[in-house]
């Protein structure tokens, strides 16, 4: 009997208990009679399986597996009861908020920026640093969000593994929390992912002997899982808290492949990572930048990076808004705006976690209470006391003995490398204090759950971890201090990148908690003991060791140690300490690193407390925007010697640059990468430098360059300047204007670029003797300059505007040296610049090429003319049309300078425009030679002449010996072929051999031969050049 026929076609009326499930639908029926041959259509929905079909009697036998359906969807509905809310830090039980009334879109980019690749970045790539609280949306720092975390790259490649770095209490768990709770409510990944699961490290940690079958199987049935794994292609596993796991020995390499064996947590988790379980499967692993170096050894190739940077203005102002939703509206703008204006509070608020305590505190106590909350230690300190205030009301121990076993358990988990613990291994009478969280921890399936606790964030365990170190007796106190300070190798460290990395938010802390004011409240508000003097006078010491040492380092060597010893300085809130501290640096270099606005803050505090600010060098510092400017300009106008790197700079932000600079000061260097300023703003800046002491490399972007604007510059002062439009303009009258002044020399480089037609004098640079340029017209140069690329070279006044040009070059006093781009370099430029190097004696050199896209009046690419002692040098460079190589490249000529005006130096021209528009069998080939030698003839005194020929042939080694013998006072000849493509020919040099040659006149050829002893190399080999053959070899032959 046939088989029945199958057809995949819902009936849902049928079977409507599997309907309403939605979740699979079976179905068969007879439609065809009784008397007839069954007609049975099954079906299966959203992946249920239906195998082995029998019907007997209109009864379905076979093997019908919806599990994996309902489970999923079982599954679903948990993830959204769990993840939908979330239980804050201080929440009392029961108490729980929706994750959309907390949760902001983070700033996360796809920019790697570990510290050791950070230099390297910005050194070779001159990378533009986008702003951290703007939009960042180029190539090499793109802007991503979390539903867009496994989509294709610009390749169309799609990452299976996403590492999502951030700092402590930048958002990643609270990322990981949005991903799982969208992806259960389908709002995205729903079609990319049929299981996502949450492996939080610090409790696995916990975990012995497991597998990670067992692990998942905390949430779904057994069963379930073992047939979700054999499909691994859509699932995705959220590995949260990398850094939080606790090392293991010989997991790092694990040959672990089967999801149901037995291993260590760290060998489960380590499999995954290398792809060695599961490979088809996607992740998502979160960590703290300290941990990358050993995530990167773990991980297997290819990975997407993903950043966290915080909160942005505008989240920082969505959070405010959704925390206070409940109060009226206009607490929240309130609220917002006091943060805003206090520059501490509204940089703190940049890290989420911070941001959370600032509203928590302004929710408990008011805006108008929280004017003591200036250091980030503060804001820790304040939430404790609130928290201690008013929901410890029960609490029998005293607050230092509760503090003190905190912060015990919190020093020991820092050491241990440890942020859960067991609920028995903490005193029972604060195992629920807000400070610590509960964390459901289920050992086995069936078992009911059990509880660790932890710190409600890393930052916490840090914060108690210092609060501990001063509540100890002195010397214990001192003896935990020490070692806080030393290095990895045990030496007391005078620098601060040399202590641990996790010890240096705990060093912060320790400082913030000696501040006067904050000890001294906080002491009194919950009846601690003072703060010990002698802890403040160790940190003291040490930050003065730690200053000096970095005041030897080499410049861009110590910017972020120095920038963190700032922070501390900032913490303790000591006026007369900091201006005790910095008054020993001769400088004060950032050097290579990027100034947050929390950094910018800190620096300002530590520059205001300084009477005397001698020399700031932040000209490597990026991400210096226009508010980070007008943050820092109170201190930098006091400054008696400064370096600045601007990220942006447009008209809106000239008062601020104008008050920053002050007057009366030295600006050693001022550079602005993007913006670009109008010309009255470019005006007020450079009235603004002309009322400085001293000016030293400058440069800066504008709209157009009149030529008033022009002139300005011209009569500034400074060492070196420089002025470039943003964007082509045909009204301006360059492109660019470089000034300089130095080692006595004044050196000026005008150019034009046009989109269109390409301006006749693209360049112009001269170098003047300094002294002698007070008295230069440069008004007329500049019109000059604007006339000639204005107009055509066939114009009738083009002529006329050269003239003119050549007039002015002729009254610069002191003028050394001309350097020319030009459109077409014909005879007329050739006669005009003869006539200058001619007439002007302080003149020493003439340069003038043209571009590559050489017309038809060009007599030469390139020409030199020189002057030495006694001697006057001269190079032309030849070309030829596309795709033939110049026979003669390049001739030049050494001859006494006294004998340059009986010369006919125009004669050179023509006879080596024919020789480079000729073959070597043409009879224009031997005119050019014929007449080029005439012309060396006609010099009288040549001593020198250097040949820079194609290839050496019969012909002009012939040649060569023809000029030796006309020209008697030649001494030195040299002749070398192109280093590339070049050859010298056996036939040419068995000429020279061969040939009779002066005595009293040295012949020296260089250039490529060929080694071999038959069939040497005499044509190009196609797609290779003669340099690439390995039988040709540079060599130096004299005669």
């Known amino acids: 009997m046939p088989p029945s026929h199958l057809e995949l076609q819902p009936k849902p009326s049928e079977f409507a208990p599997l309907s309403d499930a939605s979740l699979g639908v079976v179905y068969a029926s007879n439609d065809a009679g009784p008397q007839s041959s069954p007609n049975v259509d099954i079906s299966a929905q959203n992946g249920s399986q239906v195998t082995a079909v029998i019907l007997v009697d209109s009864t379905v036998h076979g093997d019908i597996n919806i599990n994996s359906l309902s489970a999923k969807a079982e599954y679903k509905k948990m993830i959204v009861d769990m993840y939908s809310t979330v239980e804050e830090y201080n929440s009392f039980p029961g108490v729980n908020i929706h994750l959309a ?116 199987s905390c949430s779904i049935n057994a069963e379930v899982i073992a047939e979700v794994l054999r499909s691994p292609g859509k699932l995705l596993f959220l590995i949260d808290g990398f850094d939080e796991l606790r090392p293991s020995q010989n997991s790092s390499k694990s040959l672990l492949t089967d999801p149901h064996k037995t291993a260590s947590v760290q060998a489960i988790l ?67 705006e006091y943060v805003k204006a206090n520059h501490s509070l509204f940089t703190a608020c940049f890290i989420p976690v911070i941001c959370w305590i600032i509203c928590t505190y302004i929710k408990e106590n008011g805006i108008d209470l929280i004017n003591g909350l200036e250091t980030s230690t503060s804001i820790y300190v304040h939430f404790v006391s609130t928290m201690l205030k008013h929901h410890w009301q029960d609490l029998h121990d005293p607050v230092q003995d509760l503090l003190m076993s905190l912060g015990q358990l919190a020093e020991k988990g820092i050491r241990e490398k440890k942020v859960l613990f067991e609920v028995k291994a903490v005193n029972a009478d604060f195992v629920n204090i807000p400070f610590l969280c509960k964390i459901p921890f289920r050992k086995r399936v069936l078992s009911q759950p059990e509880f660790m606790l932890s710190f409600v964030h890393l930052s916490f365990q840090e914060f108690f971890t210092a609060l501990y170190y001063l509540l100890l007796d002195d010397e214990e106190s001192q003896k935990k201090t020490k070692r806080l300070l030393h290095c990895e190798d045990g030496s007391l460290s005078t620098c601060a990148r040399d202590i641990k990395l996790q010890h240096l938010p705990i060093i912060r802390f320790v400082c913030g908690l000696c501040n006067k004011n904050v000890s001294s409240e906080f002491s009194l508000d919950m009846n601690l003991k003072q703060v010990s003097p002698s802890i403040k006078t160790l940190l003291k010491k040490w930050i003065l060791q730690s200053i000096a040492e970095c005041g030897h380092k080499r410049e861009g060597k110590v910017g972020e140690g120095i920038v963190f010893i700032f922070h501390c300085l900032y913490e303790l809130h000591e006026e007369d300490f900091v201006k005790e501290a910095i008054k020993g640096l001769e400088e004060i270099n950032l050097g290579i690193t990027f100034l947050t606005t929390t950094d910018c803050w800190v620096l300002l505090y530590c520059l205001q407390c300084c009477q005397r600010i001698r020399n700031l060098n932040l000209a490597q510092c990026c991400g210096i925007t226009a508010d980070k400017l007008r943050m820092l300009q109170p201190a930098l106008c006091r400054c008696e010697k400064l370096c600045l790197l601007l990220e942006e700079l447009n008209d809106a932000d000239v008062n601020d640059l104008v008050l920053a600079l002050g007057e009366g000061n030295t600006l050693r260097y001022l550079r602005q990468k993007k913006g670009a300023l109008s010309e009255h703003s470019m005006k007020l800046v450079l009235d603004t430098l002309n009322k400085q002491k001293r000016l030293g490399a400058i440069e800066l972007l504008i709209k157009s360059i009149s030529i008033e604007t022009a002139l300005q510059l011209l009569n500034t002062e400074v060492t070196s300047m420089r002025l470039k439009v943003n964007e082509d303009c045909d009204d301006s009258v360059c492109s660019s204007l470089y000034v300089s002044n130095s080692d006595g020399e004044f050196r000026m480089n005008i150019i034009k670029y046009s989109p269109g037609t390409p301006p006749s004098l693209s360049r112009v640079f001269l170098t003047c003797l300094n002294p002698e340029i007070s008295g230069t017209n440069w008004k007329e140069f500049l019109q000059v300059f604007h006339k000639i690329n204005s107009s055509s070279e066939i114009c009738a006044e083009f002529e006329e505007h050269l003239s003119s040009l050549m007039c002015f070059l002729r009254s610069v006093n002191g003028l050394r040296e001309i350097d020319l781009d030009v459109l077409s370099l014909n005879e007329m430029w050739f006669s005009c610049l003869l006539s200058i190097i001619q007439t002007c004696h302080t003149l020493h050199k003439v340069k003038v090429k043209t571009k590559k896209n050489i017309n038809e009046e060009c007599v030469c690419s390139s020409l030199s003319m020189a002057r030495k002692d006694c001697d006057f040098m001269l190079k032309i460079c030849g070309y030829s049309r596309p795709p033939t190589e110049p026979s003669l490249a390049t001739i030049f000529l050494i001859t006494p300078h006294a004998n340059l005006s009986t010369t006919n130096w125009k004669g050179i021209l023509q006879p080596l425009h024919k020789i480079n528009h000729s073959t070597e ?81 040295t012949l020296t050829v260089f250039g490529m031969r060929c080694q071999k002893q038959t069939d040497k190399c005499t044509l190009d080999v196609k797609g290779k050049y003669m340099m690439d053959l390995n039988c040709n070899q540079n060599v130096k032959l004299k005669f």
């Not at 970045?121 to 793109?142: A, F, V």
């Not at 496994?150 to 990322?175: E, H, M, W, Y």
């Not at 505008?314 to 309130?334: G, H, P, Q």
């Not at 002009?956 to 030796?964: E, K």
Request: with cysteine.
């Open 921 to 1001: 069998v043409c009879a224009e080939f031997q005119e050019g030679l014929s007449s080029l030698l005439c012309f060396l003839v006609s010099v009288k005194g040549l001593r020198e002449i250097n040949l820079d020929l194609f290839r050496l042939t019969e012909r002009w080694s012939s040649y060569v010996l023809s000029v030796i013998q006309t020209c008697p006072t030649l001494q030195t000849v040299k002749v070398s072929t192109d280093m590339w493509n070049g050859l010298l020919l056996e036939e040419g040099i068995m000429f020279l051999q061969k040939s009779q040659k002066r005595s009293d006149c």
């Open 270 to 336: 380590s499999a995954l990572l290398q792809r060695k379980m599961l490979p088809g499967g996607f992740l998502l692993v979160t960590t703290r930048s300290t941990a990358m170096p050993i995530l990167r050894n773990v991980l297997k190739h290819p990975y997407r990076f993903i950043e966290i940077l915080g909160f942005t203005e505008e989240r920082v102002k969505e959070y405010f808004k959704k925390f206070f939703k409940d109060e009226d509206d206009a607490l929240s703008c309130k609220a917002y």
């Open 101 to 216: 009334e907390r949760f902001v879109d983070l700033l996360m980019v796809q920019k790697h920026r570990e510290v050791n690749e950070r230099q390297q970045e910005i050194i070779c790539k001159g990378q533009k640093l986008h702003n951290i609280l703007g939009k960042r949306n180029t190539d090499e720092y793109c802007t991503t969000s979390i539903h867009q975390m496994f989509c294709p790259d610009a390749s169309g490649v799609t990452q299976r593994t996403v590492i999502l770095q951030g700092n402590s209490g930048n958002g990643k768990s609270f990322t990981v929390q949005k991903i799982m709770l969208d992806w259960a409510c389908g709002a995205f990944y729903t079609e990319m992912f049929d299981f996502v699961f949450h492996l939080q490290c610090k409790e696995l940690n916990e975990s012995e002997h497991t597998n990670l079958a067992e692990i998942l």
